[in-house]
């Protein structure tokens, strides 16, 4: 599903935010990024929504060698990926359902597939009382699972998720949690980057551990029995 090999990326001469990582993740795996900040991570999710292209090595996401798409191809690619960051990055003026039917509208879905389709998927995560809401009567964790809701209409192979948990309340992020382990459990493979040690060590599903641009350990464990 996602195969890096030998990859590097520099943005100043010398300094490497990504320095030779290779790594594989299958089909409807779970994966937590974790390390310091400054370490690689936020680059290599950039690197697999394509937003950035590799200097060196390659990067393979569902079947395509990223360098090989030209960039009008960019968002046909991107809809085999939902994503959500720290700052949930909704639209402002957008209502909760908007925001959601949003991500239908622009793959060329009609109204009426929306109508049955948001209303379906704010009830998965727990907001069909608060539809037409904009972003701001909500709190942080219903932005949030908006934000879950509009990645996972399309039923996508794969959800990056920068920092999901970054702006919650312990609660609240549990709450985030069980989602992305229920869109999972649908076969969607979810790479996690996080600060939140807590969380990696409860879940206990393979950690990749980056440090200065290099993958510091890859561990698998919890469902597989290892590392324990
Ligand atoms: P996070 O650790 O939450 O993923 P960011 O990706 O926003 O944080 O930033 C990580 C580091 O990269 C920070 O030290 C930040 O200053 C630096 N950084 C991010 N974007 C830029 C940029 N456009 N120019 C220079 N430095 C950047
Ligand atoms: P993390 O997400 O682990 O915090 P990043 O991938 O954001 O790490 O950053 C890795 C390195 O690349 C850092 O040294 C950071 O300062 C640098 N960096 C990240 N984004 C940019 C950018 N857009 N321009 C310049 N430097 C950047």
């Known amino acids: 599903m996602i195969r890096l090999e030998n990859v590097y990326k520099s943005y100043a001469k010398g300094q490497y935010a990504l320095k030779g990582v290779s790594l594989e993740i299958e089909r409807g795996e779970f994966v937590f990024l974790i390390g310091p900040s400054g370490s690689g991570k936020s680059t290599m999710l950039r690197l697999l929504l394509r937003e950035d292209t590799a200097d060196q090595g390659s990067v393979w996401v569902a079947g395509k060698d990223l ?48 109508e049955k389709q948001v209303p379906q998927i704010l009830e998965l995560v727990g907001l069909a009382d608060k539809m037409h809401r904009l972003p701001h009567e909500l709190s942080g964790g219903e932005q949030q ?44 493979a979810v790479v996690m980057a996080t600060h939140d040690v807590g969380i990696v060590d409860q879940m206990r599903r393979r950690v990749i551990e980056m440090d200065s641009g290099c993958i510091a350990r890859d561990q698998v464990r919890g469902v597989y029995g290892l590392g324990v």
């Not at 191809?73 to 990926?81: A, G, H, S, T």
């Not at 699972?145 to 959800?159: G, Q, S």
């Open 145 to 188: 699972r908006v934000a879950i809701a509009r990645a996972f209409i399309n039923r996508p192979l794969i959800l990056l998720a920068d920092e999901p948990t970054g702006n919650l309340d312990p609660e609240t992020a549990w709450g985030v949690m069980r989602l992305l382990e229920r869109i999972n459990r649908t076969g969607t």
């Open 67 to 114: 360098a090989k798409i030209p960039s009008w191809k960019v968002p046909y690619f991107r809809r085999n990926i939902g994503s959500i960051f720290q700052d949930f990055r909704l639209l402002p003026n957008k209502t909760a359902y908007e925001n959601v039917a949003f991500a239908l509208e622009v793959i060329g879905k009609s109204r009426k597939v929306a």
